[in-house]
């Protein structure tokens, strides 16, 4: 009888660290994921150079190039 209460205290905490394992792991994943959107939404923004108000829109355009 001993033999068969050691097994299944050995399953149990097996189980049981399985379990924990995997929870981990699924953590570890949704914070990579959560990671690789803040990269996306935080990418670098292009340089635009000097802006000009544009009156007929109401907002702020890239400065037109004039040929003088």
């Known amino acids: 009888m001993p033999p068969v209460i050691f097994l299944a205290i050995v399953g149990a ?3 049981a660290g399985y379990r924990l394992l995997a929870s981990l792991a699924r953590q570890g994943q949704a914070a990579r994921e959560q ?3 803040m990269r996306r939404a935080t990418a670098p923004v292009r ?3 000097n802006l000009e108000w544009d009156e007929t829109a109401g907002v702020y355009r890239p400065r037109q190039q004039r040929d003088n």
């Open 35 to 37: 990671e690789a959107r």
């Open 47 to 49: 340089d635009l150079g």
């Open 13 to 15: 905490a097996g189980l």
